[in-house]
């Protein structure tokens, strides 16, 4: 006999299913804040992680950008006008001839410019 | 009264495509509200991860389920089926509000229930200090102003006075099990008891109620 479920039916939910649904509701409305807190964290999540994929391509084609700049810089022979001088004086000794007084002058020149 | 003032029926877009994609929205919102209002086609698991987000559908679904065995925890403990309605009531927006200190989302009925039975206890001894009165008069002078039928409010009085003589375990263990449906091993896991206790418990209850209520004893 032990066996058998004792009937809660007017103690249940069930009994006045407008009052039940009225006490949902209000913990609904009560949990309002805390859901709109949830979505707007989550909004805000989702907005940076939508910038974070262009950020992160335009930030690798920016260093790809410097990285080539810097490799370009290395590669340029230096044009310095000690660097001219000192190429043309190694010429005329190899050549064992005086330096070309227009060049010197013209070297010369290119340095007070600078 | 119209549906749409004709200002807006004149802005609104009427192209197929619009109509389709609005419908499309609307059927999606729907689907989402029937699938997660069925019981059985969402676990907990995922309702949880979708209260996480701030889902209002989701938080619906995880009351309609489990607020019914809060109640039925607290009504164990306070013996006041109002009382036990605002507990139920508190203790899932308590939930709610901490949802990220829910460690197993898979178990949240149960972890309401625990919510719901420590704030009952709480409610109690407010109740108790409040008033010092027996808690036998507190449940009956309740029912009796809040039920409009007076026949179920017979029923409930007979029924919350029958549990009131029970200790606080088999209250729950009988209300979970035989109002609420939960499994002995789900109320023993919930009761810190083990399996054959729970059993015990709900076997001596329904005894007793039947005893108290004056139900005919068959073999």
Do not use: Y
């Not at chain 1, 039916?9 to 009560?30: K, S």
């Not at chain 2, 989402?32 to 995922?46: E, L």
């Not at chain 2, 989302?105 to 420590?118: K, L, M, S, T």
């Amino acid at each position: 006999v032990s066996d058998r479920r004792i009937d809660f039916t007017a103690l249940g939910t069930t009994a006045d299913p407008q009052r039940w649904q009225r006490i949902i509701d209000e913990a609904l409305a009560r949990v309002q804040p805390a859901l709109a807190a949830r979505r707007q964290q989550r909004d805000a999540v989702a907005l940076i992680a939508s910038w974070s994929r262009p950020l992160l391509a335009a930030a690798a084609v920016a260093a790809l950008l410097l990285g080539s700049l810097a490799v370009t810089q290395e590669d340029e022979p230096e044009t310095t006008p000690a660097a001219d001088l000192a190429a043309v004086s190694r010429a005329a000794v190899q050549l064992g001839t005086r330096p070309d007084a227009a060049v010197l002058l013209r070297i010369v020149g290119t340095a007070s410019e600078q | 009264v119209p549906i749409l003032s004709p200002a807006a029926a004149d802005a609104a877009d009427w192209s197929m495509a619009s109509i389709a994609r609005r419908s499309a929205a609307g059927l999606n919102t729907l689907r989402q509200r029937i699938v997660v209002d069925d019981d059985r086609s969402v676990d907990d698991a995922t309702l949880v991860a979708r209260v996480r987000d701030g889902d209002p559908v989701a938080t619906e679904a995880l009351a309609r389920r489990h607020m019914p065995a809060a109640r039925a925890v607290a009504l164990a403990i306070v013996a006041d089926a109002d009382l036990a309605d605002d507990v139920a009531q508190d203790a899932f927006v308590a939930a709610i509000e901490e949802i990220d200190a829910c460690r197993h989302p898979e178990r949240v009925g149960r972890w309401i229930a625990q919510i719901a039975r420590n704030r009952a206890k709480d409610a109690l001894k407010a109740q108790r200090r409040r008033r010092a009165v027996p808690l036998d008069s507190v449940s009956l002078a309740s029912d009796a102003t809040s039920d409009r039928s007076s026949d179920l409010a017979e029923l409930r009085r007979r029924l919350v006075a029958a549990l009131d003589r029970l200790p606080e375990e088999r209250r729950t263990a009988i209300l979970l099990h035989d109002m609420e449906g939960w499994p002995h091993h789900e109320i023993a896991a919930l009761l810190g008891l083990p399996d054959g206790t729970v059993r015990s418990h709900v076997h001596h209850a329904r005894r007793m109620l039947r005893r108290l209520l004056g139900e005919e004893e068959r073999p």
